[in-house]
Every structure is written in C-alpha cells, then in structure tokens.
C-alpha cells in the first residue's frame, strides 16, 4: 500500500496549474481576438441579410433572411472587376520590386566589411523618423511624370525601412563559416547571396512579402493623390467610394442601377469581396510568419 502511495504521488505533482497572471492574460487575450473577429462576422452577417432586417437594425452575428443579392450586384459591376484586376496585377509587381530593393539593401548592411557602414546605416533609418510629407512627395511624383501612372503606386514606397532592418537582422545572424567557405569555394557576393543566404531566408522572405503585399493591397491614398483616371483606381479606392457615398448616383454606380439592394449591404458585400484575396493568400504564409518576425526582430 505504502509503495502505490508512493508512487501516485509523483503522478498528482505533475499535473500543471495555471497561474492567476496566466488566467488573466489569456481573458485579455480572448477579448482582444473577440474584438478584432466580431466585426468581421457582423459585416458577413449583414452583406447576406435581406433588406428588411438590416433597415430594422436586427442582425448581428448570424444572416437574417438569406440574400445574395448584394453579392451579386458586386461581383456584376465591371469597374469593380476591373479594379480588382488592377490591384492583383500591381500589388504582384510591386512586392516583387520591393523585395528586390529590400534584398539588395539589406544584404550589404549586413557584411561587417562594408565600407561605411554605419553612416549608411543613420541615412537609410532618417525615413523613419522624418519625411517630406504628402505634399513634397505629391511634388516629386508631379516631376517624375508619373501622375496618373500605376508606377506613382510603387516607386515612391518600394523600399521600406522596417522591413530592411528585419531583414538584415536575419542576414546577419547567418553563420560567417558559410560564407567564408563559399568565398572559398570561388564565388562572389552575389553567388553567396542567391546560393546561400536566401535559400536559408526562406522564413523571413516570406514574411516581408507578406508585409509588402498586404501595405499595398490596403493602401487607397496614394491613388486619391497620384491616379485620376478611374479605371486605374485599385479596389481599396473602390471600396472607399462605396463605403462613403453620400448621393444615390454613387450608389446606382455600384448596384448598377439597380435600387432593390440596400446600399449598406451592397457596402459590407464590397468589404468582404476585398478582403477574400488576402484571406486565400495569408495561410500559405502564416507558418514562416512568426518565424519569420522573430528571427529578424532578435539580432544575436
């Protein structure tokens, strides 16, 4: 009897307790998570509600008289087709491009051998802490000639700082014997660069991406400044002028003339007709997204 006791009792110690920090953290932590998904679940809610419940003010969470008409008014109206088109294809190009500025920014910083260094360093982090402003940047784009170009979307914000640095974070805590046996091996920098460093970023590379992407997906101010012409206009800027039209022509424009469909529903269908892409995109990339943070955000 006393042997079984003694044994029991090891079992019973292992038995994890919660902290009280713990139970605390983890409510706050909840109401945060509930805080940012509630909404969104109001919004799909509501863009698949009838008329009637939603004038009433009665749905919430779940749909109420199932409709897809706004849906349909949506995904029937070409401008919104074409503006979709447009921001994939840009949004495409312009990551592509930053991720080639960033890679070849951040891969020098990285080498403790580079001549001027750190005063290149202090040059690259004054963007973060100062900038010309909307109106300095609207004259530079004038001058460029690039008003109403799509490249107005991508020359200005192609490189980002924040990212450069997490990126040369991680470039940095890359072995040095890799790369003094590569050297060895015959190659250069950019052979090191493309052979060695990268495939070993895989985590960070797709986080910075990931970065990218969703900044110019979401960013709209830069087309209200820089595009005029409408068929240039992205879907954020589409969606902006759904969302606050304020005369029943802008509605109209949307429900292409048609007024059966309420235009708040038609507003929420067009927030989540624009939040899909990103959606499909963000679980191909949230296993290297922690990761890929934390590697670069903690220099060794």
Not at 53 to 80: C, I
Not at 242 to 249: L, R, T, W
Request: aromatic share 12%; charged share 15%; proline share 5%.
């Amino acid at each position: 009897m006393s042997n079984t006791a003694a044994v029991k009792k090891p079992g019973k110690a292992k038995g994890r307790r919660y902290m009280g920090s713990e139970i605390v953290f983890n409510v706050i932590l909840t109401l945060f998570v509930l805080l940012c998904i509630l909404p969104v679940i109001h919004v799909i809610a509501k863009s698949m509600s009838g008329r009637a419940p939603v004038l009433a003010g009665k749905v919430y969470l779940l749909p109420k008289e199932l409709d897809f008409n706004a849906y349909v008014s949506v995904f029937n109206d070409p401008t919104m087709q074409t503006s979709m088109f447009f921001s994939v294809q840009w949004t495409l190009i312009y990551t592509a491009l930053a991720m080639v500025s960033t890679i070849l920014l951040a891969y020098p910083l990285s080498r403790h051998y580079l001549p001027g260094r750190k005063v290149l360093m202090i040059i690259v982090l004054i963007p973060m802490y100062f900038t010309g402003g909307t109106i300095a940047n609207f004259l530079w784009v004038k001058q460029m000639g690039l008003i109403d170009s799509p490249w107005s979307l991508v020359l200005p914000i192609m490189t980002s700082t924040y990212n450069t640095i997490i990126l040369r974070n991680f470039f940095e805590s890359v072995p040095a014997s890799l790369e003094e046996s590569a050297k060895l091996d015959g190659c250069n920098d950019l052979q090191i660069l493309i052979r060695i460093i990268l495939p070993l970023s895989t985590a960070s590379l797709a986080t910075i991406a990931l970065f990218y992407a969703v900044a110019r997906w979401n960013n709209y101010a830069d087309v209200r400044y820089y595009i005029n012409t409408s068929s240039k206009f992205t879907l954020q800027m589409k969606l902006y002028q759904v969302v606050f039209a304020s005369s029943s022509s802008d509605v109209s424009m949307v429900e292409g003339g048609k007024n059966s469909v309420l235009a708040e529903t038609i507003q929420c269908a067009a927030v989540v007709f624009s939040t899909v892409p990103i959606l499909i995109v963000y679980p191909f990339l949230q296993k290297y997204f922690v990761q890929g943070v934390m590697i670069g955000a903690v220099k060794e």
